[in-house]
């Protein structure tokens, strides 16, 4: 069996007391794709923070390769790619001068980071976008940067906040291939969606969050076999809603006068 490269455990995080993230457990070896699926609100978001080390937790830990992150945070920020969910950051570069900073901070010499920037721009169809700053980017264009800068450095844990949010068709569907083509390659993938369709298209393994408790956890197969039970516990939120009520009323409010 492959090598466990993230554990978590009992992780924890209370805003003002009352939980976003409780007692999560997971672990994603060497070859897995983990899907982490859960509604608006659930928790996912602080997971991925705290996975990438930026938010410190409540209670509970994240161990890379058996060691908890917080030993050595910067060694472990080196071997991991992380794309938020929202990049308000750096938005006056460019995407070229983006890349160029990642690279610069990673350490990587100048032929190299170029060459790489310039490959995967190309192929994701900014290239000639890269002299543009990516304040006037779509949400597309700066999910497509983001994941370049991530690549960069060849990370063997890609850390994805909603990778597939605001794509377009064919970067959807290159994205799909490539996570597929990097877990075949002996990356570990870990990603969030609310999403159920689009988890099971690409992961090998399912969490799936309830506000902010884990309510499934499995390998895609397993979970398939108990399809019912999971669409079940995923969905149970959306059914207590009455859509056609809410959306009748607020017409009827529209039409007011
Ligand atoms: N910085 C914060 N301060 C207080 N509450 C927060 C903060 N960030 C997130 N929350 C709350 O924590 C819960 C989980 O949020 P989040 O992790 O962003 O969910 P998701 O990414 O699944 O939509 C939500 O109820 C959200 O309002
Ligand atoms: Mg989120």
Redesign the pocket.
């Known amino acids: 069996m492959a090598e466990t490269v993230l554990e978590v455990r009992n992780l924890t995080k209370n ?2 007391g009352l939980p ?1 993230v409780n007692a999560v457990n997971f672990s994603i070896r060497a070859g897995e794709v983990l899907g982490y699926l ?1 509604h ?8 991925v923070k705290m996975l990438a080390g930026l938010l410190e937790p409540t209670s509970g830990e994240v161990c890379f390769h058996g060691a908890d992150i917080r030993k050595d945070l910067a060694a472990y920020k080196r071997r991991v790619g992380y794309v938020p ?1 929202e990049s308000h950051l750096y938005s006056f570069l460019t995407g070229w001068e983006y890349l160029d900073l990642v690279g610069t901070l990673r350490g990587m010499p100048l032929a190299v980071r170029e060459d790489k920037s310039a490959r995967m721009l190309e192929e994701l169809s900014l290239f000639r976008h890269r002299h543009t700053a990516i304040a006037a980017y779509s949400k597309g264009m700066r999910q497509r940067i983001m994941l370049i800068a991530a690549l960069l450095d060849d990370p063997e844990l890609l850390i994805l906040d909603e990778p597939f949010s605001g794509l377009d068709v064919v970067s959807a569907l290159v994205m799909r291939r490539l996570l597929n083509l990097l877990a075949a390659n002996g990356k570990a993938i870990f990603f969030c969606s609310p999403v159920l369709e689009t988890v099971e298209k690409v992961c090998t393994h399912l969490v799936v969050l309830r506000q902010g408790e884990l309510v499934a956890s499995g390998s895609m197969q397993q979970i398939l076999a108990s399809r019912s039970e999971l669409a079940e516990s995923f969905f149970q939120l959306t059914e207590q809603v009455d859509a056609d009520g809410i959306a009748g009323r607020i017409l009827s409010a529209i039409a007011a006068r």
């Open positions: 805003y003002a976003a859960g608006n609100g659930a928790g996912k978001s602080t997971t969910e």
